[in-house]
């Protein structure tokens, strides 16, 4: 068993704000797979719309999750925003059947822990193509996809930044 930990949730739960604080206490954190892939392709050009519709942007964000697996250390606590099972939520909410590749990836990675953070107050920016209901039903399906996996999961509630980052770590294994 690895020390790998995900923060997850809907849409504006804080997740980055929680990873960023993390990385400042020296945790080691891997960033949001989907974010990095629209920033790249927003920066060559793309529209959100452009990037969120194309056939391939559920399982490319699949296989970069895995790259960003595969170069996390095994040996250290490290925390993931997002897990590559958040995957199988976007597959649900756009109706579209899980790939075989995509499956056989997410059924590889294992983490120690899963803590979903409550959401927060809602706010979209150019990387978030979500509406505040698409959130809160991202927020159910990441949650239920995590536990249909057998996942031990945390609800992290609504409070400042530091006290979740504390109440994170007092809730590892």
Known sequence: MNNWYVLTGGPCAGKTTTIDELARRGYPVVAEPARLIIEEKLAMGETIGEIVTNNDW????VRRSLELHTAAPT??????DRGIADSIAYYRLNMRELDIESKAI???ISYAKIFVLDLVDFE???ARSESIEEARALHTLITEAYESLGYE???????PVGERVDYILAHLN
Do not use: K
């Open 58 to 61: 559920l399982p490319s964000v």
């Open 75 to 80: 040996d250290e606590t490290v925390f993931f």
């Open 106 to 108: 997410i059924d590889s």
């Open 124 to 126: 979209n920016d150019e």
């Open 153 to 159: 999961i945390v609800r992290v509630p609504v409070m």
